[in-house]
């Protein structure tokens, strides 16, 4: 261990200087650490009562805290402006108070929410002494601190109270007086004083209540584990309770019966994470886990230690409604990750937010890889490359992207601490993760991550002490890791790796570039990265092997030359790594006359997805033209996978949005003819027998296919649906009515809509009414009529366009004609506004924009102070338009030579397109 302490040292030295940051600055929103919390004893006495839960509560805290430096006269912690102090005192050890009346020489700086305690004398090092605070506090109207929800109870139809918590990331400062760091951790002991008819969970067990007279009763927990405050977590309601004394799941009464799926996932993960880093979930110092749901929260969920809150959509499960795949992935994935965070993040902390990864990328990375182990059916390892790889690649490739690890001083406000928590934090970091895994084995990955959890167990840490673990058990010393941990975590972005192949002297070659969206966006293009590379030929075809192969450094490009001829090669394989391949051509070419042949030449679904994900956002760099990328999908005719045909619809959204209605029929027929193959194997029904992702890709092939009138899959849902079939599981309910809708099942689904009485079966039936072609009988009939909310006409309208694209025009006519019935219709000018926006953003072509010129010069003095809205939504306009002309000439030109080709053979019309799309280039 000392000897990876002494090669860890120029990592160290290195990675400081990324952290240093203004102290200056950082003093005036971080404490000092001068003082250091111990134990908190916190009592909240609730004010209202079972109808009401009130606006305020009375607190009192007891901090048991001790003075690390020498001649400390001050005590500095955080508080909220809606605290408000009315007594503070200071005890020694012993108890004895040392100073009384603090709270008439309190100071409190409102910008970095800090109070200061000034002492008459210095506190002793090292001593403990216990701080007091009595004080009024808010029950907040948004979902910071202590706040409330509510909903119906069914049996009686009467109002029903919640008050929750959410303290993460700086929100514990709104309920009590604290030191609101992550790595100033304490054990807290926890009462709440509350009304009868209402019953208390928090982050521990509940050991006894007291009666406190007038039908008042104080709930008293056991104390906590040592952690962080935005950990603390307390739930006031009427619940009730799956489960037993160690794992529950609370919810309202009526909905029991649906949280027993998520019981049983939760009752796998625990031990499966336990078995896993070897140190079970009791060993980390919490008997108790209980899951709560609210109506109302921030977020989809909260890692509170031992009180974990969930919206209620994310783990009930109504039978027959809310049930079906997907609905059971989203479960298992959230609950898998907040679960991981018991590990990482509660045991474990960041020193700072500078590096919350350590903590959400973790969480992200076993919501997929553990997800899959206990549920394979659902393939979340190949799930996790299209869902979250791809979308960290895209957002980390734009101005606005940010390092995992960002320098302490520029990580200090409210807003800042936000910003951390991005969607590309998790994602990214969770992707580096898994790079790391592959590249080190996932035997020696996970010895560190065992050695890391024991090491820093109730502790806080930042990277480098992850990275000391990772070398220690990497089973090659690579020169190079410390190197690429800096380039994957401190620097923005990522490289594409060119790749060429020059047949003459079987030579192959690799160099980088950083790969970004828009060269002149700010970003600096110079930056360079340590990268593993893993590849494999024709020759002899290995897509197991993910061990790298080589390291391209930062300022080296590699060569290797082959004593055979190579016909094609793939470079990092299934995706393992965190850049993209650009493969120049010839290579490009015998990739893809590679996946026409049988079992696609063995290439796995994660390289072709990687492809296609990677020639679209190439494309969109304007790198190459997009006549490449629909060229290479010829390939798709043979292709039926999930992973593939996802990648390649979220390519084709932009691309299909951008198209006039008189290009949109080339478009039409171009994805008839690559998804004839996959359509036929999936069908337009479905069987119990259905596996998840045929179920996931069926569910998207009849989608976009009936969308865009592919004649064969709107024909098989006519008849199907025509022929009395029992109702479409969740998963599909709402694709395959709005396809039905469309082919003459309007009517029908409007009469399913009227009788349903369960809300989000409900919503389905109108979505996919709102599909309908006939546009005009549903608009000024439920649009305009007076039979549905504001909300359902502003989603059906919406859907009118999105899911008839070629119909944008006579559907901005028909509203354009009156457009103050509309705005009665919405209640609001801003709501009709804020429509005509969302609608004008489909608008492809000048005859369109003109339109819109005309009616905004016509109509403005209508909207108010929201023509602003109007006004921006036709500078959208233009750049959308003007963006397609400038980089969709040549694609819509080579769809419309394609289709001409309609009577060729399947050979040569492959042919005859890649002559065209050759010239195109040109």
Not at 291 to 312: C, Q
């Amino acid at each position: 261990m000392n000897s990876c302490r002494i090669r860890i040292w120029p990592l160290i030295a290195l990675l400081s200087l990324a952290w240093i940051g203004s102290n200056e600055c950082a003093l005036n929103y971080r404490l000092e650490g001068s003082v250091v919390p111990i134990f908190y004893n916190l009592t909240i006495g609730l004010r209202g009562d079972a109808d009401n839960p009130g606006t305020q509560f009375d607190g009192e805290v007891f901090i048991t805290l001790k003075a690390v430096l020498a001649d400390v006269k001050e005590i500095t912690l955080h508080k909220d402006i809606s605290i408000n102090i009315e007594e503070c005192s200071l005890y020694d050890a012993a108890d004895q108070l040392v100073e009384s009346g603090l709270n008439a020489r309190l100071t409190t700086e409102e910008q970095t929410q800090q109070l200061t305690v000034p002492l008459t004398q210095s506190l002793a090092v090292e001593a403990n002494y216990t701080l007091y605070f009595k004080y009024t506090g808010k029950v907040q109207s948004d979902t910071v601190g202590l706040f409330s929800a509510s909903y119906i109870d069914e049996a009686t139809m009467k109002t029903k109270w919640v008050l929750l918590t959410q303290m993460q990331p700086i929100n514990a400062r709104l309920v009590f007086p604290c030191f609101d760091e992550p790595a100033l951790k304490a054990k807290f002991e926890v009462h709440i004083g509350r009304p009868s008819g209402l019953s208390v969970v928090s982050n521990t067990e509940l050991t006894r209540t007291t009666d406190e007279g007038n039908n008042r009763f104080t709930d008293h927990f056991k104390v906590t584990p040592i952690m962080s405050t935005y950990l603390l977590a307390f739930v006031v309601s009427e619940y009730q309770a799956r489960g037993n004394s160690s794992l529950s799941i609370l919810t309202r009464p009526a909905y029991y019966n649906y949280t027993e799926f998520s019981y049983s996932v939760a009752e796998r993960v625990l031990p499966a994470f336990g078995e896993l880093f070897q140190q079970s979930y009791q060993q980390l110092g919490n008997e108790l886990l209980q899951y709560a749901t609210t109506p109302r929260f921030p977020h989809n969920s909260m890692e509170n230690w031992g009180l974990v809150i969930f919206k209620d959509k994310v783990v009930l499960e109504q039978p027959g409604v809310t049930d079906g795949w997907t609905q059971k992935e989203f479960t298992i994935r959230n609950i898998v990750h907040e679960n991981a965070h018991m590990w990482f993040g509660n045991s474990v902390t960041c020193k700072w937010w500078s590096y919350i990864w350590l903590h959400e990328g973790f969480a992200r990375y076993y919501e997929f890889f553990m997800g899959h182990e206990l549920y394979p059916e659902y393939q979340l390892d190949q799930q996790f490359l299209v869902h979250k790889l791809h979308n960290a690649l895209l957002r980390d490739s734009q101005n606005f992207t940010q390092p995992m690890t960002s320098p302490l001083g520029s990580i200090l406000t409210p807003a800042d601490i936000d910003y951390k928590f991005d969607k590309l934090t998790f994602d990214k970091a969770a992707s580096v993760i898994r790079m790391w895994r592959i590249a080190m084995g996932e035997e020696h990955f996970n010895l560190a991550i065992q050695e890391f959890l024991q090491h820093y167990y109730l502790s806080s840490t930042s990277p480098t002490g992850l990275y000391v673990l990772l070398n220690d058990h990497w089973p090659v010393q690579e020169s190079v890791l410390n190197q690429s941990y800096y380039d994957f975590t401190i620097q923005v972005g990522y490289p594409r790796i060119i790749v060429s192949l020059n047949l003459k002297d079987h030579m192959l070659s690799w160099e980088q570039q950083r790969f970004l969206l828009n060269a002149s966006d700010g970003s600096d293009p110079t930056l360079r990265y340590t990268v593993p590379i893993t590849y494999t030929t024709n020759l002899s075809p290995n897509f197991q092997n993910l061990t790298p192969a080589f390291y391209i450094k930062k300022s080296n490009d590699y060569n290797y030359w082959s004593d055979e001829p190579i016909d094609w090669v793939i470079v990092n394989l299934k995706q393992a790594n965190y850049y993209r391949v650009f493969y120049n051509e010839p290579l490009l070419g015998r990739i893809q006359v590679a996946l026409t042949k049988t079992e696609h030449s063995g290439i796995p679904v994660e390289n072709r997805a990687a492809i296609i994900d990677d020639l679209f956002n190439f494309a969109l760099a304007g790198l190459i033209d997009y006549v490449e990328v629909f060229e290479f999908m010829e390939y798709m005719s043979t292709e039926t996978e999930y992973i593939p045909w996802y990648a390649a619809y979220v390519g084709m959204e932009r691309i299909a949005k951008r198209l006039t209605p008189q290009q949109l029929p080339n478009f039409n027929k171009y994805l008839s003819d690559i998804a004839v193959t996959v359509l036929d194997k999936l069908g337009v029904g479905w069987t119990s027998g259905d596996k998840v992702l045929d179920v996931y890709n069926r569910n998207q092939q009849v989608a976009w296919l009936c969308k865009y009138q592919n004649s064969n899959c709107t024909n098989q849902v006519k008849e199907l649906f025509e022929g009395g079939m029992e109702k479409p599981s969740p998963d599909y309910r709402e694709t395959f009515y709005c396809a039905a809708s469309r082919s003459g099942g309007y009517s029908r689904i409007l009469e399913y809509y009227a009788k349903e009485t369960n809300y989000i079966d409900r919503e389905i039936y109108w979505r996919a009414a709102s599909c309908t072609r006939d546009y005009r009988t549903h608009y000024q009939n439920e649009i305009l009529g007076k039979g549905n909310s504001v909300d359902l006409k502003i989603a059906g309208l919406a859907q009118l366009y999105e899911q008839n694209p070629d119909l944008v025009t006579p559907i901005f006519q028909m509203i354009t004609e009156d457009i103050a019935q509309l705005a009665e219709a919405l209640e609001s000018w801003p709501k009709t506004a804020q429509a005509l926006s969302d609608l004008t953003d489909y608008f492809t072509t000048r005859e369109q924009q003109q339109l819109f010129s005309n009616f905004y010069k016509e109509s403005q003095t209508l909207f108010g102070s929201s023509a602003v809205t109007l006004s921006q939504a036709l500078a959208t306009v233009d750049s959308n338009v003007q963006w397609a002309e400038q980089r969709l000439g040549k694609l819509v030109s080579f769809l419309a030579q394609r289709n001409g080709a309609a009577g060729l053979t399947m050979p040569l019309m492959m042919m005859m397109w890649t002559l065209v799309g050759f010239l195109l280039k040109l």
